[in-house]
């Protein structure tokens, strides 16, 4: 090594010049980077816009999932020296090397991060209740937040920033990025009781989102679901018919009227829908998936099911027992000299000879709603409007 040059034999310093002349115009405090340091940065930069320019041309196409623009991190490092100076790498000589430079960063103690005017507006929270600004950006774009977001696990997730976004918006309008919900559990994995936490905390958000005969009809038809003794056996039909309440509400907001008569025929269609589903599965589960049988089933089951066959399911269709009215391919009632009054399908039933709808809930044994657009109160066995099929005495 050459007298009068420090450092390591065979290996030269950037801030020395080739013929070991201290490199000038490096100010204090600033950044000094070698020219082979540069020439990787601007390579590199090179690159950055040409992938840049692929994702415009790719959305040019129309293409949709293009992920957002590679931001520009390195231009602090190759910001142009002050007129006058040259860079690069130069040459041998009487003469140094420029090297680009960039100012020098503020001292810390010139910057605080944590300003007392910021910090004095917030307080330690033992549970953190409050609702992230994420959910609301969903709300804001027409787009139902999901129930499970509302779970205390996801909204402490969501809180952190731990989540993945997406565009929202299609064609030329202006796209907005929000949280991606297909990364959090269907609502369909909640069970009675998670249904229920979620439910309070989706309230606690609209409250502060809505106004007060919004909120006041959400309060309402939740207070319907949790009054209804026979919620257990409901809750499938329940959690989907609020799914399509919010799901609606969120595209084009109205009011909640747990007394119109759409409200009441919708909730009936969806239990409707449910005893059908759950009479047409292979094996007999709740509410939550849980398998039950035996003595558990025969509850479950009541009061459709007759106290004469506790092993079996009264038929809707034929009256007879063991099958329902789905799965019944008898070709005659179990009344000898009647005729079929319905026809049954996974929609419902529905009388013969108008194809109108036949209200299940009554013929299971009781059913308080009403209006022109309910389906009809009638035995589905022999047609009388007094009493339903499990009470019919002429079967």
Not at 221 to 248: C, E, S, T
Not at 344 to 353: K, M, N, Q, T, V
Request: charge should be neutral; glycine fraction near 10%; hydrophobic fraction near 30%.
């Amino acid at each position: 090594m050459a007298p009068g040059k420090a450092g390591i034999s065979g290996q030269s310093s950037p801030f020395i010049g080739p013929n070991g002349v201290p490199i000038r115009g490096v100010a204090k405090g600033s950044i000094v980077l070698s020219p082979d340091t540069i020439d990787v940065f601007r390579r590199m930069e090179a690159a950055r816009e040409k992938r840049n320019d692929r994702k415009a041309e790719r959305r040019a196409g129309g293409e949709k999932d293009v992920s957002d623009d590679e931001l520009d991190e390195l231009a602090p490092f190759l910001m142009v020296v002050p007129s006058g100076e040259k860079s690069g790498r130069g040459k041998t000589g009487d003469t140094a090397v420029q090297q680009e430079t960039v100012p020098s960063l503020p001292h810390p103690s010139d910057t605080l991060l944590f300003e007392d005017s910021v910090a004095e507006k917030n307080s330690f929270k033992a549970h953190d209740d409050s609702i992230p600004a994420a959910v609301f950006s969903l709300a804001k774009n027409g787009i139902s937040p999901p129930l499970t977001l509302f779970l205390p696990g996801s909204l402490e997730r969501i809180r952190a920033g731990n989540v993945k976004t997406v565009k929202h918006g299609t064609g030329e309008t202006t796209k907005v990025t929000v949280i991606d919900v297909s990364e959090f559990p269907d609502e369909e994995t909640l069970d009675q009781a998670s249904f229920q936490t979620c439910y309070n905390t989706f309230l606690t958000f609209l409250q502060g989102a809505s106004g007060p005969r919004v909120y006041g009809g959400f309060t309402e038809h939740y207070n319907r679901m949790l009054n209804d003794p026979g919620l257990p056996i409901w809750f499938v039909a329940y959690q989907q018919f609020d799914k399509k309440i919010r799901a609606q509400f969120f595209t084009k907001p109205y009011i909640i009227d747990v007394r119109d008569s759409e409200y009441r025929d919708a909730l009936q269609a969806a239990k409707s829908s449910f005893l059908m589903a759950s009479g047409d599965q292979g094996k007999d589960s709740d509410s939550f998936g849980v398998v039950r049988s035996g003595t558990e089933r025969q509850e479950r089951r009541k009061p459709y099911e007759r106290d004469e066959g506790p092993h079996s399911v009264l038929c809707f269709r034929c009256g007879r027992m063991g099958h329902n009215a789905v799965r019944c391919s008898e070709a005659n009632p179990s009344k000898h000299g009647r005729n079929f009054v319905i026809t049954a399908s996974r929609e419902g039933l529905f009388r013969i000879h108008d194809n109108r709808p036949v209200c299940m809930r009554f013929n299971c044994g009781s059913c308080d709603a009403s209006g022109n657009n309910h389906a009809i109160h009638m035995c589905s066995l022999c047609g009388d409007p007094l009493h339903g099929a499990v009470d019919c005495i002429r079967n």
